[in-house]
């Protein structure tokens, strides 16, 4: 019997090292990870993909497409709406911020590899 592969996480954040960092971390944990630079990158990546990630690590401050321009775009569309949104931020104090946008969870960067794969592991088995 064969198990079947956990959804991919996909991870949206300008800062390059932060991407490779949970990249990396979650890769060494057996999950698939897409990067998107930008909200709008994220939302092509999204319109485009065959299969939706479990979920989506959403940082707020970016260019071109902030993660709070993201995620009203998300969730207008049915089709993407549905997908679970965590916020990852090096703002303190953004839980009720990101509760009122429906995220399901906030990561202060840096975060613990503890609390990140635990994260993952509720959205992506």
């Not at 991919?8 to 060494?28: M, R, T, W």
């Not at 698939?32 to 709008?40: L, S």
């Amino acid at each position: 019997m064969s198990a079947s592969k956990p959804p991919a996480v996909l991870v949206v954040d300008d800062d390059k090292s932060v991407c490779d960092i949970i990249s990396g971390e979650l890769a060494g944990q057996g999950y698939k990870t897409v990067v998107a630079g930008n909200g709008r990158e994220a939302l092509d990546y999204l319109k485009g993909c065959a299969s939706r990630p479990g979920l989506i690590l959403l940082d707020l401050m970016m260019p071109v497409m902030t993660g709070w321009e993201f995620r009203k775009a998300q969730q207008s569309d049915p089709e993407l709406a549905a997908i679970p949104v965590a916020i990852i931020t090096g703002m303190p104090g953004m839980e009720k911020k990101a509760e009122a946008i429906g995220a399901v969870d906030v990561l202060c960067k840096p975060s613990r590899v503890e609390e990140l794969t635990a994260l993952v592991s509720r959205f992506c088995k």
